[in-house]
């Protein structure tokens, strides 16, 4: 394995991790922090965008967007890491079972509570990541195979 490689591998993990601590930080808050933060986004976005939005959809839609994120980062990782065809179910699952220790976490913060539909949100985002992650690897895969018997891209 080349030098760059494991670069690579090391970088895709790393952005795992600073994922997982933004998603465990917010989560430490507690509800009455939690909830400023959640009503001085959205008043923000109200006034740029114009739009009507309550605040349990814009936290709906921040779990989605955190966990698909993730699992768009896990996905990446398992990646180029292993050679595995269980590449989806891996990243899937390890963004499913982060949610759920998200949840257990939040037992223990003031104001907060273990909620499986935050889970289900969290999970359904995974998979919208899990499914775009698999699109882009397979366009990118279509450009290398085409580049490759054009000469234009060369393998390592």
């Not at 006034?47 to 698909?68: K, P, S, V, Y």
């Not at 996905?75 to 079972?97: D, H, R, S, W």
């Not at 969290?122 to 990118?140: C, E, H, P, Q, R």
Request: charged share 15%; net charge neutral; with cysteine.
């Amino acid at each position: 394995m080349t030098t760059k490689k494991k670069i690579y591998i090391v970088a895709s993990w790393v952005l795992v991790i600073i994922c997982m601590g933004i998603i465990f930080s917010l989560s430490a808050q507690n509800g009455e922090e939690s909830s400023q933060l959640s009503s001085s986004f959205l008043t923000a976005l109200l006034e740029r965008l114009g739009l009507t939005i309550n605040e349990a959809m814009l936290r709906n839609c921040a779990h989605c967007l955190e966990f698909m994120g993730l699992s768009v980062f896990m996905f990446n990782a398992v990646y180029v890491t292993f050679e595995t065809k269980l590449l989806p179910i891996i990243a899937f699952a390890g963004t499913v079972i982060y949610a759920i220790t998200d949840e257990i976490h939040q037992i223990f913060v003031p104001d907060r509570a273990f909620q499986l539909s935050d889970i289900l949100i969290d999970s359904t985002g995974a998979l919208i990541g899990v499914i775009t992650s698999l699109i882009i690897l397979k366009i990118m895969l279509i450009i290398k195979e085409r580049g490759i018997k054009n000469g234009s891209i060369k393998t390592i």
